[in-house]
Structure formats: structure tokens, C-alpha cells
């Protein structure tokens, strides 16, 4: 396995990114070796990259993925703040309460119209 410092910044850009094919392609192509090779290679500096960008599990927050009971009317409170906050004036009939209702009026008109034409 060849060094993973042997990398070319733009290649360890590419991996960064994670666009592995690319880095793969373009690493064989210019270094001339096979894409086995140019695989290889760029495995070992990512495994080197991620040993060092390794965070402790530990300091991870466990509890940040389980579900509160409360948790909708937190996010209904923090929403009205932001609303608040922004000042935009929630209105007291949704949007597409109207829309539904516009809708049904219309087509009670359509069906009126056409009941009294060939009644």
C-alpha cells in the first residue's frame, strides 16, 4: 500500500468531498497506475483522515435522538417565538382552509347552475 501523503491536494479535496470515483479516475489517470492502485490509495488516506477526525462517542448527546412526550408543543412554542420574533401575524383560518372552501363553494354554484338549467 502506497503512502497516503502521496496524494495531490486536489485528489484529497475530491475524497474530502467524497466524490471517490472521480478521485479514483483522476488519481490513476495522472499518476499512470491502475485504479486498484489509485483505490488503494486513496482508502489509506482516508482511513489516516478519519484516525485523526475521530471524536470521542462518549461526548455524544444520546438523548438528542430519543422522542419527548412534549416534544410537539415545543416545537409549536419555539415556532410561535420565531413567528413572533419575525413579526408575522399567524393567520386565524389556515390557507388552505380557504382554499377547500372556495373550492366546495364553487362547485356547489356549478352543480346549482346546472340543476336549475335542466330542472
Request: net charge positive.
Amino acid at each position: 500500500m502506497a503512502k497516503p501523503a502521496a496524494l495531490p491536494p486536489h485528489i484529497r479535496q475530491l475524497v474530502d468531498k467524497k466524490n471517490y470515483v472521480i478521485a479514483i479516475k483522476t488519481h490513476a489517470s495522472e499518476q499512470s497506475i491502475s485504479m486498484e492502485e489509485a483505490k488503494n490509495q486513496i482508502d489509506a488516506y482516508e482511513m489516516q483522515s478519519d484516525a485523526k477526525n475521530q471524536t470521542p462517542t462518549n461526548s455524544v448527546n444520546t438523548n438528542a435522538n430519543q422522542a419527548t412526550p412534549n416534544g410537539l408543543n415545543q416545537l409549536h412554542q419555539s415556532l410561535d417565538n420565531h413567528l413572533q420574533q419575525e413579526h408575522i401575524k399567524v393567520p386565524l383560518i389556515p390557507r388552505w382552509v380557504w382554499r377547500v372552501t372556495t373550492i366546495i363553494l364553487v362547485l356547489a354554484i356549478i352543480v346549482w347552475m346546472g340543476y336549475r338549467l335542466f330542472k
